[in-house]
């Protein structure tokens, strides 16, 4: 029971990252049919911009802060203009393989300009534990669940309580009419960007501490925000939660008690069933497919 | 003759005499080199059949060069002649990858996609985890080169022209194929399947097919990595490979003929030619692709397509407004 305990709340904070991650992922694609394969790497990119900014003497906080900046230009603003615009003329499939020249490009990157091996990354929440049900659940799982969730909440009531969101999911679900009613849909194009480097910036900060800095830190992760994205259902975020949430538990439950060997078999099994049973994802509303 | 038939030729030409005599004159790496672009350009070519012909997106290649490498070397280290070998990597990649066609009847492009990734790296895992079959990650090692009607193969030079014999025939069989009625319902079914479906295609048995035809492709290729690399290990066959051959078709031209042997050689060749930026090559591979991209989403065969298309348009309004001009000008009124 107590294994029982630890292992869902410790799988519950690393499904929550996934979910921010699949969240951003879902949001690309709902406003600009964006396919992100580079997204794990845009996970992994702002832990070393903010390591950079450590190392060159400023404080932990400011680092992070500058972090966030570089990948809103760089993951945000940068991505639209440099890589997606361009590309989205020519359609979904040659835009996701341009993701996937990105992501090389960015692991590359990283390895020749800052290194190739594994780097500690500070955590900023506290590491101790609590005791509960007779199980120990450390501070880190709970804390990362908090943020996590915290950061859902606020992204969801911006997009239903406020103009701005309504506006972006105007832009989203209908841009030729929510451009004659008014709405700058660029620009609602911009702020998903904006908030998906925002979102990747904040899963770097969250889950580096756990498993290090480094340059091939983000395939993992991509994959599991891609499985998230799927499982809980593409075209909404309420989806990508309880996709996230779900895969993190059982990628936890699988390691212990299936087999440590195939572990990482079970979320994609998981995938394959989804996608051929239910394509439109546990929660999804079937969506107008293109042949 | 027309100047794209005239280029096809020409290319054609150029490529046998470098094929055929350089090798000589190279040694046992470039030869190594040479064999290795010989056996992308197989996996590739059959990639380009599923995804530049029938439209299929799969980023599975890299496993079927894996279960072929795989059948291969068990096989051939257990005392089987490599045609052997050939035939059962052939006919289970065949299958399998008829079962993996499955899904695309269901979904398509990006969630495609997905299915045939997660596919590629169960298939890793399997590669790595079942040390019964496969050695695990300690690989098998010592795959012999095969001996064919009594001669061996395993100078670097005997064993190269091999790979560009199987390379040729392979090459000419799906030549063929695409200008098969088979061919033509594959190019159908990418550009409309609604339209192919109501034309009597039977997409359904079309779409198994193009899995089917280019997994088995794959299979070839590894068939003949594992005897080149002399060791087969898991490492080689994981995602990157899929997503390497991916991009070489993509480079190269999906959906031209020549474009799997355009883009394999960039992937081969190109990181040697880039050996002076060290470990630059990949960033400036991947740097070159994204740029390409959004230039050109069919690839360099695509630019060269779309500059013809727009000479032989130019030629032929020219054509069109000289006609007219003689007609206005012969008109007596």
């Known amino acids: 029971m107590a294994t029982l305990i630890n292992l869902v709340v410790s799988g519950c904070a690393t499904g929550a990252i996934y979910a921010l991650v699949a969240i951003g992922f879902t949001l690309l694609w709902q406003t600009s049919q964006t396919i992100n394969f580079a997204q794990g790497e845009f996970v992994m990119l702002p832990a070393f911009f903010m390591l950079a900014a450590v190392n060159i003497g400023l404080p932990f906080w400011v680092g992070i802060l500058l972090g966030t900046a570089l990948s809103l230009l760089i993951l945000g603003v940068g991505f639209k203009r440099v890589v997606v615009d361009p590309m989205l003329k020519h359609g979904t499939l040659p835009l996701a393989i341009a993701t996937m020249a990105l992501s090389l490009m960015l692991k590359e990157s990283v390895k020749e300009f800052y290194s190739a091996e594994a780097q500690p990354f500070p955590s900023i929440i506290p590491s101790a534990d609590l005791h509960f049900l007779g199980a120990t659940i450390s501070t880190q799982s709970v804390g990362v669940l908090v943020v996590a969730i915290a950061a859902v909440v606020a992204l969801q009531l911006l997009l239903t309580r406020t103009s701005t969101g309504r506006q972006m999911q105007a832009a989203a679900q209908n841009p030729t009419t929510a451009r004659i009613l008014g709405i700058p849909v660029e620009r609602m194009i911009m702020y998903t960007f904006l908030i998906n480097a925002g979102l990747v910036s904040l899963a770097s900060v969250l889950v580096t501490p756990v498993y290090l800095a480094k340059f091939t830190s983000g395939e993992t992760l991509g994959l599991a925000a891609f499985i998230a994205a799927i499982v809980g259902g593409f075209n909404q975020i309420r989806g990508a939660i309880v996709g996230g949430l779900l895969l993190g538990v059982v990628d936890n439950l699988a390691a212990t008690y299936i087999s440590t060997q195939y572990r990482a078999a079970v979320p994609l099994v998981l995938l394959i069933a989804v996608i051929l049973f239910r394509p439109q994802g546990l929660l999804g509303s079937a969506e107008e497919r293109t042949v | ?333």
């Not at chain 2, 795989?70 to 299958?95: D, H, K, Q, R």
């Not at chain 2, 496969?134 to 095969?146: A, E």
């Not at chain 2, 339209?195 to 079309?206: C, E, H, I, K, P």
């Not at chain 2, 799997?260 to 992937?267: D, H, K, T």
Request: proline share 5%.
């Open chain 2, 1 to 333: 003759m027309t100047l794209p038939r005239l280029l096809a030729l020409g290319g054609l030409a150029i490529a046998a005499v470098l094929l055929l005599i350089v090798p000589f004159a190279l040694g046992r790496y470039g030869l190594y080199i040479l064999s290795l672009w010989s056996v992308m350009t197989i996996a590739a070519i059959g990639l380009n059949l599923t995804l530049g012909y029938a439209g299929q997106v799969s980023l599975a290649q890299g496993a079927f060069v894996g279960i072929g490498a795989y059948a291969g070397a068990i096989l051939t280290t257990n005392g089987w002649p490599m045609i052997v070998a050939l035939l059962v990597a052939v006919a289970l990649c065949f299958v399998v990858g008829w079962l993996l066609g499955y899904p695309a009847l269901r979904v398509q492009h990006h969630y495609l996609a997905f299915v045939t990734l997660a596919f590629s790296t169960l298939a890793y895992l399997l590669f790595r985890n079942e040390e019964w079959l496969t050695k695990g990650i300690y690989g098998i090692s010592d795959v012999p080169r095969p001996v064919l009607l009594g001669l061996k193969t395993d100078s670097p030079l005997r064993f190269y022209f091999l790979c560009l014999a199987v390379l040729a025939i392979v090459a000419f069989m799906v030549w063929w194929l695409i200008r098969s009625p088979w061919g033509r319902a594959f190019v159908a079914l990418r550009e409309n399947p609604i339209r192919a479906l109501s034309l009597g295609v039977d997409t359904r048995r079309y779409t198994l097919m193009a899995f089917a035809i280019g997994s088995a492709l794959g299979g070839v290729s590894g068939v003949l990595y594992a005897p080149l690399v002399e060791f087969i290990d898991p490492t080689p066959f994981t995602l990157g490979l899929s997503l390497n051959l991916l991009l070489m078709v993509i480079v190269g031209g999906q959906g031209f003929f020549a474009g799997p042997f355009l883009g394999a050689a960039i992937a081969v060749l190109l990181p040697e030619w880039l050996r002076f930026t060290e470990g630059l090559y990949l960033l400036l591979y991947a740097a070159f692709v994204l740029g390409l991209l959004v230039i050109s989403p069919s690839g360099l065969l695509g630019i060269l397509d779309k500059y013809l298309t727009s000479r032989s348009t130019r030629a032929a309004s020219a054509a069109r407004a000289a006609a007219t001009a003689t007609a206005t000008l012969g008109d007596p009124t």
